[in-house]
């Protein structure tokens, strides 16, 4: 399969716990994005990659979350001290260069905190 | 900032019925326009996509979308709905040099055989 790939597919986790999310883009895909989405609203904008560099983050991204992209491949979304709140799907995109450009998106991770 | 309205919460229609999703997106700007589409239990798929040109698009199984960039709009068709269309629909624009994609809140069809 060469699409976005999501791990883990799910997550359940006690508050207060830190969790982190793996995100493996489409190979050659400069861009990468996350995004969160709860039942019955549109996937909200969290961060934006463009390879290696964290160009944009939503107001909505506490302090307790922290997104990296190391070697511009693969990323990680780790949420500290995790809040009932936080329970969602997290998504990950990615997309290739500017201009005419679509993002494909992985199957998410669902995240709920107990 | 950019922002994405979608005119329906939920539709429900029968079989063979004909469908119209509205949205309206807000940005000045030269921009590109997306429907997606997420069957249950499954991820965000692209269903259509408008880039410049024609401003009648044409995606897959039957779907097209009109962009009216006076209107600043890109409303879904599709002539005759069926039970498998049944899903959650996602209109997002993207800011032809921006960064990242914003969605709107969706349309959840129901289509009923």
């Known amino acids: 399969d060469t699409g976005v790939s999501q791990d883990p597919r799910h997550k359940i986790t006690k508050r207060g716990q830190n969790v982190t999310f793996r995100c493996d883009p489409i190979s050659e895909h400069n861009r990468l994005y996350w995004y969160r989405q709860t039942l019955g609203q549109g996937p909200e904008f969290l961060t934006y990659?463009?390879?290696?560099?964290?160009?944009?983050k939503s107001r909505l991204l506490s302090d307790r979350f922290s997104a990296e992209r190391p070697k511009g491949s693969f990323s990680t979304l780790e949420i500290q001290r995790t809040e009932q709140g936080d329970s969602a799907m997290y998504l990950c995109?990615?997309?290739f260069g500017t201009g005419e450009t679509e993002a494909f998106f992985g199957q998410g991770t669902r995240l709920t905190v107990v | 900032a950019q922002s994405v309205s979608q005119h329906n919460h939920h539709v429900i229609l029968s079989e063979a019925a004909s469908l119209e999703l509205g949205c309206n997106y807000s940005?000045?700007?030269?921009?590109?326009l997306f429907w997606y589409v997420q069957y249950p239990g499954q991820h965000l798929q692209l269903l259509l996509k408008y880039f410049s040109g024609d401003p009648l698009v044409k995606g897959i199984k039957g779907f097209e979308a009109e962009f009216i960039k006076s209107k600043f709009s890109f409303n879904l068709r599709k002539p005759s709905v069926q039970w498998s269309d049944t899903a959650e629909y996602f209109c997002?624009?993207?800011?032809?040099?921006?960064?990242?994609?914003?969605f709107g809140p969706g349309t959840r069809l129901s289509v009923l055989p």
């Open positions: 940005y000045g700007g030269t921009v590109n």
């Open positions: 990659f463009q390879n290696e560099a964290q160009l944009e």
């Open positions: 997002a624009v993207n800011a032809y040099y921006g960064q990242n994609f914003v």
């Open positions: 995109a990615s997309s």
